[in-house]
């Protein structure tokens, strides 16, 4: 049997389990199923079916051996997915005749049928709850388990909200009347990608961007909805690690870039989203890239300035206390944040907004149904030009236009990876434009940190009440003041030209989309 499925999924602390299965909504449904399943999912040992953006599974449950193959689905909130199951005898998946997540192709080659095995299991007890309102029927279901791939294993807790009849609005109403009173986590990552991640060692590491699977053809709107989405699991991998008080500075680093990389996308496609509800997503994630910026300002200027500056420097170990002591208020500020029911409330609009948010309805909108090529080619030559014509003046700006300059070269260059897929056979035009970007935004980032670093210290000795700098602070403020003497000696004309030189580069390149 073949049907699609759609479903939002939740991380949920075991702590809170309680009032979960207390909630009202959940009482009203009467009582609730329990059953355990263990799903063995299986691929070749290169992934093949996953690379394929396919997901092979075999479950079993009540005595009851369940083949899925199902489409991985895009990490966009309401997950989408086409899904083929049927009961087989063996343990062993049965692929002949499936014509599920565009299979066919793939699977004619024996190969891949005779390479595949077992690669990691889902263990988990499910609790599930049956709603039905007017003419939705919903389930709601927690999943308490372990995946476990080779000698890597994660517990899970999580709950999945699927619609089983019904219009997507009564999806988030659900969710939304759940999570109003139980602290539910947005997820969008997978039990399969759970498993394949555990399987190659990523689940508990930093992640970076990786490439958005855009394909030529496909409108506008749903580009920015694809790349909004892979934008969100990007930051929410990391913000699990910082929750977890995994605080390495290359998860913040990872977590504000991804935040970085989902407002340069609003920007460019700011001809779709120019409504109300956007305006409030945007600034709710600026609220949150602020205090991400806040720490990372205080890593860098711990890492790359004072705790690189001459040691014999009378007061620097002073002075690296008290960074470091505002650093971690920093991240505690954040932390906090990020456990909020603000912040909750951010991730709930965020994932109705990508689903079912107001720009996606405006039907009359040519730019929402602009084939993504047009949209992206007009849009990369307008900001192109539009940072060009202030690159070529960074020799006259002050400190804060060359910020300026510097925010708009990296926003570009986010918006230059996000299209690799769509011009593909320009890739080495696209390879050469995104490195000038980065060189142009390398040279004016180190100005702007040694800027940031300066008026920070500088701003240190008018915060230091009188009575402590004459009890034991003036060492400390010593040593600010000779690190910031050092950083005014910064050679910037020298960054200067190596921003213009590149600016002067890009100029001269053919465009990548023409």
Same mark, same amino acid.
């Given at each position: 049997m ?26 009203q449904?009467?009582s ?11 691929d ?8 394929a ?11 009851r ?8 689905g895009?990490?966009v909130a ?5 899904e083929e ?15 599920a997540?565009?299979?066919?192709r ?5 190969k ?6 077992a690669r990691?299991?889902v263990?988990?007890d499910r609790?599930?709850w049956?709603?039905?309102?007017d003419?939705?029927?919903?389930e ?9 791939a080779?000698?890597?294993a ?10 089983k ?13 759940l ?10 990552v997978?039990k399969?990608e ?8 990523d689940?508990?590491?930093p992640?970076?961007a ?6 030529r ?9 694809m790349?909004?989405?892979e934008?969100m699991?990007?930051?929410l991998?990391?913000e699990?690690?910082?929750? %977890? +008080?995994?605080?390495?500075? *290359? $998860?913040?680093?990872?977590? #504000?870039? &991804?935040?970085r990389? =989902?407002?340069?996308? /609003?920007?460019f496609?700011?001809?779709l ?25 205080l890593?860098?200027l711990?890492?790359?300035?004072v ?8 007061? %620097? +170990?002073?002075?690296?206390? *008290? $960074?470091e002591?505002?650093? #971690?208020a &920093?991240y505690q500020r =954040?932390?906090?944040a /990020? ?10 609009d965020f ?8 720009w ?7 730019a ?11 849009e990369l030559?307008?900001?192109?030009r539009?940072?060009? +014509?202030r690159?070529f003046?960074l020799?006259?700006?002050?400190? #804060? ?12 260059r ?5 299209f690799?897929?769509?011009f593909?056979?320009r890739?080495?035009r696209h390879e ?29 000795a ?11 602070q ?13 950083l005014?000696?910064?050679?910037k004309d ?13 100029a001269k390149?053919?465009?990548?989309w023409?």
């Amino acid at each position: 049997m073949s049907e699609q499925e759609r479903e939002l999924k939740f991380d949920i602390d075991v702590k809170d389990i309680p009032d979960l299965e207390a909630h009202p909504l959940l009482r009203q449904a009467g009582s609730s199923d329990r059953k355990h399943q263990r799903s063995v999912y299986f691929d070749t040992d290169h992934d093949d079916l996953w690379q394929a953006g396919a997901v092979v599974r075999v479950r079993h449950q009540d005595g009851r051996k369940v083949q899925t193959v199902k489409s991985a689905g895009v990490a966009v909130a309401a997950t989408e997915r086409d899904e083929e199951e049927r009961d087989i005898d063996g343990d062993f998946p049965d692929l002949s005749g499936t014509r599920a997540a565009g299979l066919a192709r793939l699977l004619k080659k024996r190969k891949i049928r005779d390479r595949l095995a077992a690669r990691f299991e889902v263990d988990v007890d499910r609790e599930t709850w049956t709603l039905r309102e007017d003419s939705a029927e919903l389930e709601v279901a927690l999943d308490r388990g372990r995946v476990a791939a080779g000698v890597a294993a994660s517990d899970l807790c999580e709950v999945e909200v699927e619609l089983k009849r019904g219009d997507v609005a009564s999806l988030y109403e659900t969710a939304r009347r759940l999570g109003a009173d139980v602290p539910l986590h947005l997820n969008l990552v997978s039990k399969g990608e759970r498993g394949y991640r555990l399987l190659h060692n990523d689940w508990d590491r930093p992640q970076k961007a990786w490439p958005v699977p855009l394909k030529r053809g496909m409108t506008s709107a749903d580009a920015l909805r694809m790349v909004a989405a892979e934008c969100m699991k990007q930051f929410l991998l990391n913000e699990r690690l910082l929750l %977890r +008080k995994n605080t390495g500075v *290359e $998860v913040v680093h990872q977590a #504000r870039v &991804a935040i970085r990389r =989902l407002r340069a996308a /609003l920007t460019f496609f700011k001809e779709l989203v120019s409504d109300e509800q956007s305006a409030s997503i945007k600034r709710e994630l600026k609220w949150i890239s602020d205090l991400l910026g806040e720490a990372r300002d205080l890593d860098v200027l711990k890492s790359d300035i004072v705790d690189a500056a001459d040691g014999s420097t009378p007061g %620097r +170990k002073a002075l690296a206390a *008290e $960074v470091e002591r505002r650093r #971690r208020a &920093a991240y505690q500020r =954040l932390t906090q944040a /990020l456990g909020s029911p603000r912040y909750r409330r951010l991730l709930f609009d965020f994932a109705e907004w990508m689903d079912e948010g107001a720009w996606r309805k405006q039907s009359g909108d040519s730019a929402t149904h602009e084939p993504i090529e047009d949209f992206a080619a007009d849009e990369l030559k307008r900001h192109t030009r539009k940072l060009l +014509k202030r690159a070529f003046h960074l020799e006259e700006f002050d400190d #804060r236009a060359r910020h300026r300059v510097r925010i708009d070269a990296k926003k570009l260059r986010y918006i230059t990876e996000f299209f690799a897929a769509v011009f593909p056979s320009r890739q080495g035009r696209h390879e050469k434009f995104r490195d000038l970007l980065e060189d142009m935004q390398t040279a004016l980032g180190e100005i702007n940190d040694r800027v940031w670093a300066h008026d920070f210290l500088g701003r240190l000795a008018h915060e230091i009440p009188r009575r402590d700098k004459v009890d034991g602070q003036s060492v400390m403020l010593f040593a600010a003041g000779e690190i910031g003497r050092d950083l005014e000696r910064t050679d910037k004309d020298k960054l200067v030209r190596r921003a213009s030189k590149a600016a002067n580069k890009l100029a001269k390149l053919a465009p990548f989309w023409g």
